[in-house]
């Protein structure tokens, strides 16, 4: 039944994360993109207001720069997040335009949300482009936020970022674009008994336990990270959504209410 509330979703907040961007020969997905722009601006045409919120900046700053990994010294991987956050809007600029979007960049650190004055600043700009129908291209600024000089100046993961926007804004929907198509019971790659559930109305110890401990194969990037953003916002009477970002297009589905990845909602409504 919770399903059926995506139908009414006006404000949504979509993050896609860097894997989705870049594909594993470490070269730019611009199909996926392109799909991205598409659904995006459709959606903002039909009424809806939308905020994109996407990592990606080290890893099409390494594709432009042709690096095979990522540097390991702070100050390299800082000058490849520059490039890349000056890449990836050219191309988010680019394929958005083709379907008359207009988007904006927000780069964000952590000190913003911290200070009522930035934060309440934050939420006017983001309003006013909402007002305007123009896309926020949302990201952490990798460029200057290290965990090493102060962790409260870094968000961590893009997931957290995504459930800060999204409850900044009081969005009715978070949709997480991610490389596997909802939450399952267990490790899919690992556990053929493995099943995905179609809805979550609460994030426990059980339900934590599903995703594994940090840093195992299937958590890394983040599903854990995924849940505790789902708790967030279940806090506070919003809906989230894990799914695949294969075809971004899916997106059109999700919201009529097909069995589309793993909702997580506390809504027994219709």
Do not use: C
């Amino acid at each position: 039944m919770s399903r059926q509330q995506l139908k009414h979703a006006q404000r949504i907040v979509v993050k896609i994360g860097t894997a989705s961007l870049i594909d594993a020969d470490k070269k730019i997905n611009y199909r996926r993109i392109d799909r991205l722009a598409y659904t995006l601006s459709s959606l903002i045409q039909d009424g809806k207001e939308v905020l994109l919120v996407s990592s990606g900046a080290m890893g099409v700053g390494a594709a432009e720069l042709g690096l095979a990994q990522r540097p390991k010294a702070i100050p390299d991987q800082q000058a490849v997040a520059a490039v890349g956050q000056v890449a990836l809007m050219n191309l988010y600029s680019r394929f958005f335009w083709h379907y008359n979007q207009r988007v904006a960049q927000i780069l964000m650190t952590r000190d913003v949300i911290d200070f009522p004055e930035s934060l309440n600043n934050l939420k006017n700009n983001l309003k006013a482009l909402l007002d305007q129908s123009i896309l926020p291209v949302i990201n952490e600024n990798d460029a200057v936020a290290i965990d090493e000089l102060d962790h409260h100046i870094k968000f961590g993961d893009n997931d957290t970022l995504s459930a800060i926007v999204a409850e900044i804004i009081q969005a009715d929907l978070l949709i997480l674009l991610t490389d596997v198509d909802g939450f399952y019971t267990s490790n899919p790659n690992t556990d053929p008994q493995a099943s995905k559930l179609d809805v979550v109305s609460q994030i426990d110890d059980q339900v934590l336990a599903m995703a594994g401990e940090a840093g195992t194969a299937f958590s890394t990037g983040g599903m854990r990270t995924k849940l505790l953003a789902a708790d967030r916002l279940l806090k506070i009477g919003s809906q989230m959504v894990i799914m695949d970002s294969y075809d971004p297009n899916d997106i059109f589905a999700l919201l009529e209410g097909e069995n589309i990845g793993t909702v997580f909602s506390t809504s027994k409504g219709d």
